[in-house]
Each structure stands twice: as structure tokens, then as C-alpha cells.
């Protein structure tokens, strides 16, 4: 659909772009007009990545062209593309995490005096481009001293400070609470009303059509259609995927069985307190809270990688020693990170590698690794989960978002683990494989084994959950049914005056405030 906008000021003409004999974007056509949004949707490995690396010098098209305000133009590399006023908000943080928040925002345009960094506009730009988001940090702060979230919006600012005129948002909402998501889109708003064009990627659908003007859906790196992002959701999913998705949260519940996981006042000073979880076989336990309730660390506890002070985990009667993920994994305990990249992958190692590594040692042969039988079930998980791969030697950083997460998905498949413990497994991820992952789920809990499930979206634990707990200031604040429980209701145990876990060691804890907020 065309509107009837302004001449485009960057348009990517039927570019094609290949990586060795794999076409990854096949004849494409997007435009970005100014003071309009334009939303790319695909599915994760549809190639939406690979286009806005071409907007902003990152890849050159192998064909087509790059047009900025109707002109040919090559954008050989990123600085290139930010003297045409080309700002790109990275889904990958690109922050140097040694250098202070304000030399992060300002780096690559750092103002200068007498051949010397002048530091007082430095910090004049940084706090101007941190106010417009609504950031209050302290400018000489490391960067990766901060919460995700945070670092999140450093990288915004960083994109604002430059003055751009041509922004690019590839999943600038992922890490961000709404209240965050909120001041975004008036930023967004603002930008807009000052004729900046915008391309915008999210897997979440109501913020393309909160924000979005016209929507460019991309399926298998081909081009589909250009329309209103007022399109109804059922549409653009049957457009983005190529068949309609009859059940957003497909969930099959059983009778549960035994108690497979039996969590006994869980203690971590600072953290959380008095935690007591029992998962059953077949169930999923959702478990619902604010950013900063400490869900994220009673899986990293449960799963052995930071120590506890108090209490116990057992699986299947059994009880698990504490901090250490080796007998976390021989009890069959495995964990989806929030953070995937820096936690659950080593993304320098194939694929076959890092879906093998929770087996290597249990199907190791007097000491020697049986690679032909990890090779061969790689490629059992890969097929079963449907990962978009060029091979299995292939490294796992060059996969999309969805794909690595399969990945980690695909290592606990290949374990069996019996008790599957998932922190934002769906972040990240569109929404064809977002049901891909919910029917993952009641696989596992089909095969009698027991999840617990951590997500910050409401409807998601609504919908996936047979029970959920929610957490306030790190500790359990109640239990709901999720056939009879709304989000109201949820909230307000979420939010309610529970003892906190955390005064004690607020001023201590470095990262309390990321937390926190």
C-alpha cells in the first residue's frame, strides 16, 4: 500500500543480500518516509536484521540499491551512513561497558576543545539526550555497572544525541518496563512531529500499531505486502507466517503427577527469602512479578549458578547440593536464561556444540566425547524444533533471535531434563515461534516432566500456566488460578506491601537500583 507521503527519504530499492550460497533477502523494497514510522515485520530469520544492517552500513546489498532523498548512494560502512544522519538503536547493546555512561552516549561525536574532550559539553549533550527519555543516572557511571533495562536506554539516548534524521529501532522495547516503553514512544512522537523518519522492529503487534504508520511485512527474505499498521493482528500474522494461528497460548493441561521440584524455604540475603515452590509432573508453575521482585534469581538459584543461604531444592525426592550447575544438570535441572546471549550460548561455537553441551559429559566414552552420536542428536533437535540453520557446524552468533533461542531450548530437549526452568523464554521472539515454544512446552510437560516459568508479559503466564505465583520485593506474595484470575488481580499481589528481602542490603548491592527499577 502507498501512502501519499513525502518523496522517501531512504529506500532500500529490491536489494538482495546473500551469505555464501544462502539468499538471506531476496528482491526487497522498503521505504521510509519522513515523520512517518515504518514497521518491519517477519518472523525471526526473516531477514528484517539483515535489512536495517543495510540501512545502516553494516552489510552492502549484493543487488539492488540504496536511495537517500531519491539519490543512489553506497553506504560502504557505518560512519558513512551517520554523516547521511543514519542513527541506529541496536537489539544487540552496542556499548563499550568500561567507559562511562556519558563517553558512551557521546562516543564516535565526542566534542572537543583545544585538541582536549571538552567535558562539560560532553556532559551537556549526555544529560540533554538522557532527560529527553527520561533517564536520571549518574553521567560518570560505568556503563555496564547498570541493568540491562538501562543500558537499553543509554543506547536510545546515544541514537538521539546525534540529531538524526533518518532512526532505525530494531527491538528498542525488549529489556523495557512500560513505564519506559511509554516515554520511548513520546520520544518517538516527538520525533516524528519533527519529520525523522523511523523504521521500527517488535515482535509485540500492539506497539506496531501504537506507533507504527504503514507496516512492511517480510517473510523467508522475500517481500510481502506494505499496509496500514491499523491492519488487523489475524491478518498481519497470516501475512508474517503464511498461515493463520488459530490459539495464541495453545496450552494442553493435565492431571498433574508427583511432585517433581520441591523448593523449601529458598533464602538469599539481599535477594529473595522464605521461597517454597512445589512443581509437579505435567505442570507449568508461571511466576509473575515486577521487574526487581527476585524471580529472575530464585531460577538462577534453583538452577545452581548463585549460592543460597537457606533452604533446600529437591528433584524427585532427591535433594540438589547447592551452587553448582554440574549437579544442577545430573538432577535434570536445566535453565533458559533471560539473557541468552551472554548466558545461555557460547556464540563462537557451532550450533551442534552448544545444543551438546549439557550431554557431553553423560555420553562421553572413558573420557572421550561421542561426537558422532552428539551430531546426530543435534540434528534430531534441530529438525524437531525447527531451527533455520545453514548447517549444524554453523556458529551459533550468526542465527536470529528465535533460532538462538531454540538452541537453548534444543539443549535441554537433548538432556530431558525434569525440570525446566524458563526466564523470559519467549522474549525477542515473533509470534509464529512464540507458538512454536508454547508447544514445546506441552511437549515437555506431556512427557511428565515439570516447568517453571518466568515472564514479565501477563498474558503469556496467564495463558501457559496451571498455577502462578506471583513475587513482591522477593517474596512470594500469593497464588492464582489462572482460569479465574485477571490481571488486576495479579498485579495487585505484585504490587502489594509484602516484608521486603531487600532493604537490608539495598545501599550494598551495586546493581539494587537496576533492579529495582
Known amino acids: 500500500m502507498q501512502t501519499g507521503a513525502a518523496q522517501p527519504v531512504l529506500t532500500l530499492d529490491g536489494v538482495t543480500k546473500r551469505f555464501g550460497p544462502i539468499t538471506v533477502v531476496d ?13 518491519l515485520l517477519g518472523e525471526n530469520g526473516a531477514g ?4 536495517i544492517k543495510m540501512m545502516c552500513g553494516v552489510y552492502q546489498p549484493d543487488g539492488g540499491r540504496i536511495l537517500i532523498d531519491g539519490v543512489e548512494t553506497q553506504l560502504p560502512n557505518t560512519r558513512v551512513a551517520a554523516a547521511h544522519g543514519i542513527a541506529t538503536i541496536h537489539q544487540e547493546l552496542n556499548l563499550t561497558p568500561n567507559m562511562s555512561v556519558a563517553e558512551n552516549i557521546v562516543l564516535g561525536n565526542t566534542p572537543s576543545r583545544f585538541g582536549l574532550v571538552n567535558r562539560r559539553e560532553m556532559r551537556r549533550r549526555a544529560r540533554a539526550a538522557l532527560d529527553r527519555i527520561g533517564l536520571d543516572v549518574n553521567l560518570d557511571r560505568p556503563v555496564g555497572t547498570l541493568g540491562v533495562a538501562r543500558q537499553q536506554l543509554v543506547e536510545i539516548a ?6 538524526a534524521r533518518i532512526l532505525i529501532l530494531d527491538e528498542p522495547t525488549a529489556a523495557l518496563t512500560g513505564k519506559e516503553i511509554s516515554a520511548l514512544f513520546d520520544v518517538v512522537e516527538e520525533l516524528r512531529a519533527k519529520g525523522v523518519a523511523m523504521a521500527f522492529i517488535s515482535h509485540h503487534l500492539d506497539e506496531i500499531a501504537t506507533i507504527g504508520n504503514t507496516v512492511t511485512v517480510i517473510r523467508d527474505g522475500q517481500y510481502i505486502d506494505t499496509v496500514s499498521a491499523q491492519t488487523p493482528e489475524p491478518e498481519l500474522i497470516r501475512m508474517m507466517v503464511g ?8 496450552r494442553r493441561s493435565a492431571d498433574p503427577g508427583d511432585v517433581v521440584l520441591d523448593v523449601q524455604g529458598l533464602t538469599s540475603q539481599g535477594a529473595f527469602a522464605d521461597i517454597d515452590l512445589q512443581v509437579h509432573a505435567g505442570e507449568v508453575l508461571g511466576i509473575a512479578g515486577l521487574v526487581g521482585a527476585g524471580r529472575t534469581e530464585v531460577l538462577r538459584a534453583i538452577a545452581g549458578v548463585d549460592a543460597y543461604d537457606a533452604g533446600s531444592v529437591a528433584v524427585g525426592g532427591r535433594r540438589v547440593p547447592g551452587n553448582s550447575v554440574t549437579s544442577a544438570i545430573a538432577n535434570g535441572i536445566g535453565l533458559v536464561p533471560e ?8 556464540l563462537g561455537a557451532s550450533v551442534q556444540e552448544n545444543i551438546g553441551y549439557a550431554t557431553l ?3 562421553s566414552h572413558l573420557g572421550l566425547a561421542d561426537l558422532g552420536g552428539q551430531r546426530r542428536r543435534a540434528q534430531g533437535v534441530v529438525d524437531r524444533l525447527r531451527i533455520r540453520l545453514a548447517s549444524l557446524d554453523q556458529e551459533v552468533k550468526n542465527l536470529s533471535g528465535g533460532n538462538q533461542q531454540k538452541v537453548v531450548f534444543g539443549r535441554w530437549v537433548e538432556a530431558e531434563s525434569h525440570v525446566l526452568l524458563l526466564d523470559e523464554p519467549t522474549r525477542g521472539v515473533d509470534v509464529g515461534a512464540k507458538v512454536e515454544i508454547y508447544e514445546l512446552i506441552n511437549a515437555i510437560t506431556e512427557a511428565g516432566h515439570a516447568v517453571v516459568m518466568v515472564s514479565s508479559e501477563l498474558p503469556e503466564v496467564m495463558g501457559m500456566s496451571d498455577r502462578i505465583v506471583v513475587m513482591s520485593r522477593g517474596r512470594i506474595a500469593g497464588e492464582v488460578d489462572p482460569a479465574t484470575a485477571t490481571q488486576d488481580s ?3 499481589l505484585a504490587v502489594s506491601n509484602t516484608p521486603s528481602a531487600t532493604d537490608d542490603i539495598a545501599t550494598s548491592d551495586p546493581t539494587s ?4 527499577s
Open 361 to 363: 559429559r553423560s555420553t
Open 490 to 492: 495479579i498485579m495487585a
Open 339 to 346: 539473557d541468552r546471549k551472554a548466558e545461555g550460548l557460547v
Open 27 to 39: 528482491d526487497v523494497t522498503v521505504h521510509l518516509h519522513p515523520g512517518q514510522v515504518t514497521a
Open 158 to 163: 546515544k541514537a538521539l544525541a546525534t540529531d
Open 513 to 516: 537500583e537496576e533492579k529495582a
Open 243 to 250: 498461515r493463520d494461528i488459530a490459539e495464541q497460548f495453545p
Open 48 to 51: 528484517k536484521s539483515t535489512l
